[in-house]
């Protein structure tokens, strides 16, 4: 299936949001080219990386990642790196 049929899979399920789908194609599934929109450390980063700071909108942030597919994820982990340096071990 393509992410995008995972994720209305997914949200069909009670409780389980557009978001918890993105992290379950990220982590579970090793998905290369998935966009976390809703996820506040990519927005964070990319604020930070791209904007100087500045308050960033998703048009923004999609604009942004247009230059990262088809390896949104790995440009994802990047971005949530830059703001914690230190490793996580999942």
């Known amino acids: 299936m393509d992410d ?23 982590f579970h599934l090793l998905r290369p080219n998935v966009l976390p929109l809703d996820d506040v450390g990519l927005i964070n980063g990319i604020s930070r990386n791209y904007f100087s700071g500045e308050p960033v909108s998703r048009s923004d942030a999609r604009e942004v990642a247009q230059a990262w597919s088809p390896y949104a994820t790995v440009a994802t982990w990047y971005i949530w790196r830059s703001l914690d340096p230190v490793p996580v071990a999942y």
Request: glycine residues 8%; without cysteine; proline residues 0%.
């Open 4 to 26: 995008e049929a995972i994720i209305e899979e997914l949200v069909a399920i009670r409780g389980i949001g557009r978001w918890t789908a993105e992290m379950f194609l990220i």
